[in-house]
C-alpha cells in the first residue's frame, strides 16, 4: 500500500516549483509554462531563484561546459 494514499487527492499529484534564474528570458518561461499545459501538471508555481541555489547552478554549469 501506498504511504501517499491518506493523502487528499490533490497532495499526490506532481508539484513543479519553477525558478527562472535571472539571465532566463520571457520566452523560456512561456515555453516552461506550455509544457506544464501540454503535459497536463495542474500544481505548479513560479518563485524566485534563491542566492544558494543560483550558485549551485552555476557550479553544475562551469562543471558540464
Known amino acids: 500500500k501506498s504511504s501517499l494514499a491518506h493523502l ?13 534564474a535571472d539571465n532566463s528570458k520571457y520566452e523560456d518561461l512561456v515555453y ?11 500544481y505548479y508555481a513560479i518563485a524566485d531563484l534563491t542566492e544558494d541555489e543560483a550558485q549551485s ?9
Request: aromatic share 0%.
Open 32 to 42: 516552461v509554462l506550455d509544457e506544464m499545459n501540454i503535459n497536463h501538471v495542474q
Open 8 to 20: 487528499p487527492s490533490d497532495l499526490r499529484e506532481l508539484h513543479v516549483v519553477i525558478k527562472p
Open 57 to 65: 547552478l552555476t557550479k553544475k554549469l562551469q562543471t558540464h561546459l
